[in-house]
Each structure stands twice: as structure tokens, then as C-alpha cells.
């Protein structure tokens, strides 16, 4: 509940008034929280418990850098030293909120500053905290979808419309080799398509559909289906009995996506992949090992930037949805060279907060 000696301040002796308020704020779905003016939480709801995951009793009296890196910190002071030079004394800024379990969640944060004293002093302010992930995802979708597209169908189409040429006044040789080339881009062009419907329709932040899923069972099938798929690859797995876990089927995306980024860019005559799977009381750990050259860094800077440019274009969509999974299941996606330099390894680190552990 609200802390009414909190209340009994703002409304003097109007109980009724104060039952009121205290009931909506309660009920609001959103994130609200009271700072005072040295930045210590007075007043928190149950929505704002939810998105950060502390207890009401662990944010009250203790500062808000409990919830912010120092260089959002300093951006928050700047927000309010704007708003109290302005007339509106309010203001609105995106931040990142790192939670009690480790996840980082992208909020948009809206306050306003407490009536002053008797000396203009700054007191506090009081404000609004929203999840803005769904949105953000949204955005970062779009985005990368119209560029990718552009850029490979772009370069596709060039492609079959110059072998096409070819063909038209080729001997049987030549009429072979363009022939092959152009169902490879055609084919090249089927797989983009059904990946941007992928990251369009199926990747979304909905909570609501998570459902208690046996992590090994699933990443068995995984395996079995790219050993079907692809004869020519070694798909092997390091896995413990059972691990069940509240997640989507948006995490077998990830994973198929990942296990077929590493089977396609092996130039080599063999291609081998390894999934592992780890579990601690504070995360579970996916992991994707291959035998791959490095993944270019254009690739690895447009994913860990969060977007592409004109200059920066990445290989496709694929790691793109394994990235979104990730960020949509409150996780990260991490990548490394492997310690010999054999190969890659790809690690999707859910916390248990967001996996029902």
C-alpha cells in the first residue's frame, strides 16, 4: 500500500481524499514512484515493484542509482536541473532500469517537480516509469527489415536479372552455371522473405504466452531437425536431463536461427555446431558453438548498436531475430571467439525473473 504518512502531507486532514488516491495509484498500471530531493525513493506502487522486481521494502529509503548506471544517473540530474530552470517544471527522457534479477529494461520516465518551499528549494518530484520494450522492439524492427530488405533483394535482383542475360545467348555450360545461380538467389530470396515474416509476426513481446516448456526436449527436436536438414552438417548436444522453464516459442526461433547462421557461413567441407545448455539460480544459458571464421564485426557492431546505417550493413536477419528473442525474453545475446580461435560461440543468457526459474 501507500505510505500514508506520505499522503497525510499532501492532503492534510481530508482522509477521504487521501483513500482515494491511494486506491488509484495502486491500481494504476503503470510505474509510480516520489523522490525526495536527495533522490531517495518515498513512494513506490505495486506496478513499479513489478518492473523493477524489488519488494516495496527494499526501494523505500534507498536511493534511485540502486536502479540506474552512473552515466543515466547523471542524465536523470540534467533532466531536473532542465525542468526547474523551466516554467512547466516536468519533463520526459528514455532510461534503462537494471533490475533486481540483472535484466535491463528501457523505460520512459515522466515526473514533475514537488511544490517548493518557502525558499524555492527543491524538494523531490514525483512521477511515472513505463516499460517501452514492446515499443522499442517495434521501432528497431522496422528499421532493420527495410534495410535488409532493400539492400539483399536489391543486390538479388541484380543478380538474377544479370545471369538472366546470360542465359539468353549462352551455350549448355554456361546456361548450367547461370541456371544454378539464379535458383540459389531465388532461394536466397524465399529464405529472406520468410525471415522478415518471422521477425515480423512472430517475435513480439507478449508475456501472456509464455508457457512452461522443457528446454532440453525442445533443443533435442532443434538439433534433430538440422541433422535432417542439413546431412552434411555435425549437430551435436551437451545437455542435462530436463530443464523446465517459462518461456515462448520465440526462443526456439533464436536458437534454430542461430544454429542455422552457423551451419550456412561455414565455408569449410565440415560444419560443426554444439548446443549446451547451463543453468545457475540466477540464469539460464544457451549456447552455440561452431567451427565458423569470425563473424564479421560489421555484423557483430550493427547488433550490439542496436541498428544498422547505410555504411553498416549486416548479413542478414537472422542473428537480428535471435537478438530480439533474447531482448524480448528480458535476456542478452552474447558473442565470442572461442579460446583457440576454432570458431564461435553464440550464448543466450535468460534470467530466471524472466523465465518462471
Known sequence: ?????????????????????????????????????????????????????????????????????????????????????????????????????????PVEIRFSLLPTGENSEYKGLTGVARDVRARRHREQKLDVLSRVL?????????????????????????????????????????????????AQTEVSFNPSEDRQTDLVALLQHVAVQFRRDYPAARVVTDLPEELPANTSKSYRIAVSELVENAIEHNPGDESVVRIRLTSTDAEIRTVIEDNCPPIPETERRAINEGQETPLMHSLGIGLWLANWVADTLGGELQFERLLDDSGNRATLVLHHASTGG
Not at 495509484?25 to 518492473?51: C, I, K, P, R, S
Not at 536541473?81 to 537494471?98: I, K, M, Q, Y
Not at 539492400?151 to 546470360?166: D, E, F, M, Q, T
Not at 549462352?170 to 529472406?192: F, N, S, V
Open 1 to 105: 500500500m501507500v505510505d500514508r504518512s506520505q499522503g497525510a502531507d499532501v492532503f492534510g486532514d481530508d482522509r477521504s481524499e487521501f483513500n482515494d488516491y491511494a486506491y488509484l495509484v495502486e491500481q494504476a498500471e503503470d510505474g509510480l514512484y516520489m523522490l525526495d530531493e536527495d533522490g531517495t525513493f518515498e513512494l513506490v506502487n505495486e506496478a513499479f515493484t513489478e518492473l523493477t522486481g524489488y519488494e516495496r521494502e527494499e526501494l523505500i529509503g534507498t536511493d534511485v542509482r540502486r536502479l540506474l548506471s552512473g552515466d543515466d544517473y547523471r542524465n536523470i540530474n540534467d533532466e531536473i536541473r532542465s525542468a526547474r530552470r523551466s516554467s512547466t517544471e516536468s519533463g520526459s527522457f528514455l532510461t534503462t532500469f537494471e533490475t533486481k534479477s540483472g535484466q535491463k529494461k
Open 150 to 198: 532493400r539492400h539483399n533483394v536489391r543486390n538479388k535482383i541484380n543478380l538474377i536479372v544479370g545471369h538472366a542475360s546470360v542465359i539468353e545467348g549462352a551455350d549448355d555450360e554456361q546456361y548450367t552455371r547461370a541456371a544454378g545461380k539464379i535458383e540459389a538467389a531465388a532461394d536466397d530470396l524465399m529464405d529472406l522473405s520468410e525471415k522478415a515474416r518471422t
